[in-house]
């Protein structure tokens, strides 16, 4: 057996659901798209972290000669029904801040690369995606996301790991190409609720709900609330709804205990009135593009979630924010979403008491919010 093959043979020992390897060249493909829409993609070409630069492979890191890539399947087991619709699945599961059995699995297969005597180097710069479909492991979806090609039952829930290192191995044949079936109507555009998938295989990262609930500056643009539904925290519409993924959703999967466990602390109620300690602690570690210091972020999404949802039993804890939250964001936000509740007399009450000593963006929401009873 060789090294290709010792390599890929421990990756599925492991339970990686699949393994290839590309060369160390330049993803000219990622440049080439990325640099025709620079308006889209400019906030991952920065100094601190810059995706095009991860592209060129070998132009930084001129030790590499191949890539191997490793398909992490996340969707293992059942996710409680409390989050669903409201935080993505990669990310209730996502082991950066809190090593569990992933990362266990990870760590084993770099130890394996130290027992070959190969070097290796896993950065999360390199274009993770594109790296796969030339490495044979995936194809792509018209909703931008990959899936796998001989493993998950074809299903798009994996997380792509690409590898780099310093052997020579044989590149495996690339899958740059859409798997969809001809008979799909675009399902995934039709349920892109913000517009962000624009045309098969096109998206602007800037108008998707993920992007909007953990890098959008100030307050949510008014436009795009509503089609955010109750999502706080990543979306995973697009792949909901895809008929590639029905085959893997339909299983009767175990449930996850430890994720069930810790679902209440992600009640929409608990996280618009949650303080910093309970973010710190209980909430950032699956949370943590949003920084610690920035609770009002996530107290935001909850109150625009809680709008949407429309239940007026929350009304209590969106007033008692609108009236003592800290962040202008969290308390326009509450403003709005007493407004989408439908003018029920206790919220009006509210928003016409708050409007005397409110200024700035609180004082414009509350005035939306009025006009919207």
């Keep these: 057996m060789n090294l290709k093959e010792r390599l890929r043979a421990k990756a599925l020992e492991l339970g990686f659901a699949d393994a290839g390897f590309t060369t160390a060249e330049p993803l000219d493909l990622y440049i080439k798209e990325i640099d025709s829409r620079p308006e889209m993609y400019d906030w991952v070409m920065t100094e601190a972290f810059n995706t095009r630069r991860g592209a060129s492979l070998s132009g930084k890191y001129p030790w590499a000669r191949s890539v191997m890539v490793v398909l992490r399947n996340y969707y293992r087991r059942r996710f409680p029904a409390e989050l669903t619709g409201k935080i993505g699945r990669c990310y209730q599961v996502d082991e950066r801040q809190e090593p569990g059995e992933e990362r266990r699995r990870i760590q084993a297969l770099f130890d394996f690369f130290k027992a070959e005597n190969v070097r290796f180097h896993l950065d999360g710069e390199v274009p993770a995606r594109m790296s796969a479909a030339r490495a044979g492991v995936v194809t792509y979806g018209k909703n931008c996301f990959v899936f796998s090609r001989r493993a998950m039952r074809g299903a798009s829930w994996l997380e792509s790991l690409p590898i780099l290192l310093d052997a020579e191995i044989e590149p495996d044949e690339p899958s740059v190409e859409v798997g969809c079936p001809d008979w799909c109507k675009n399902a995934c555009l039709a349920a892109c609720p913000t517009g962000a998938l624009f045309s098969p295989r096109k998206m602007n990262p800037r108008k998707c709900i993920a992007y909007q609930s953990y890098y959008g500056q100030g307050i949510t643009p008014l436009e795009m609330r509503a089609p955010m539904g ?26 996850n205990p430890a994720l069930e466990a810790r679902a209440g602390d992600f009640t929409l109620e ?85 409007r005397p000593r409110a200024d700035g963006l609180a004082a414009e929401e509350i005035a939306r919010a009025l006009e919207m009873r």
Excluded at 237 to 245: A, F, G, L, T
């Design 230 to 255: 109750t999502w706080i925290y990543g979306c995973d519409r697009c792949q909901e709804v895809c008929p590639r993924n029905q085959p893997w959703m339909s299983q009767d999967l175990p449930a």
């Design 270 to 354: 608990k996280l618009l009135t949650m303080d910093a300690e309970h973010h710190a602690s209980r909430v950032w570690p699956l949370t943590f593009y949003i920084s610690r210091k920035n609770t009002g972020l996530l107290q935001m999404n909850a109150a625009r979630a809680l709008g949407n949802q429309g239940d007026r039993d929350h009304a209590p804890a969106l007033i008692k924010s609108l009236n003592e939250n800290p962040d202008e964001r969290v308390r326009g936000m509450a403003a709005w979403a007493l407004g989408r509740l439908g003018g029920g007399a206790q919220a009006v009450a509210a928003l016409e008491a708050a």
